[in-house]
Nanobody
Framework: QVQLVESGGGLVQPGGSLRLSCAASGFTFSRAAMSWYRQAPGKERELVATMPSAGGVTNYAAFVKGRFIISRDNAKNTVYLQMNSLEPEDTAVYSC????????????WGQGTQVTVSS
């Protein structure tokens, strides 16, 4: 059974930091490209950052502006999103995604974790 379980969300003041985690199980984590997406109320879901399975280039959305860092620990089957200098505009539900192409492709989603940036 595939599971992606996010944690680490919460309420933080502008300028603060949060570290999101996404624990994966039920598939070969090391082979999946892992991404973080977010969806704010009334808005479309948007990509935040993507880390390939091996090698390749880590991509960030333009709005990240060097504030967020995506990382992964294949030994722990976990992907992280370190978010610094948070702004109220970063308020959203953050979800992780696992994707792999090839002969047996997959595309899995977690349930999301709420991040609220407010004073």
């Amino acid at each position: 059974q595939v599971q992606l379980v996010e944690s680490g969300g919460g309420l933080v003041q502008p300028g603060g930091s949060l570290r999101l985690s996404c624990a994966a199980s039920g598939f070969t984590f090391s082979r999946a490209a892992m991404s973080w997406y977010r969806q704010a109320p009334g808005k479309e879901r948007e990509l935040v950052a993507t880390m390939p399975s091996a090698g390749g280039v880590t991509n960030y959305a333009a709005f990240v502006k060097g504030r967020f860092i995506i990382s992964r620990d294949n030994a722990k089957n976990t992907v992280y999103l370190q978010m610094n200098s948070l702004e109220p505009e970063d308020t959203a539900v953050y979800s992780c995604n696992a994707k792999m192409g090839g002969v047996i492709p997959f595309n899995y989603w977690g349930q999301g974790t709420q991040v609220t940036v407010s004073s």
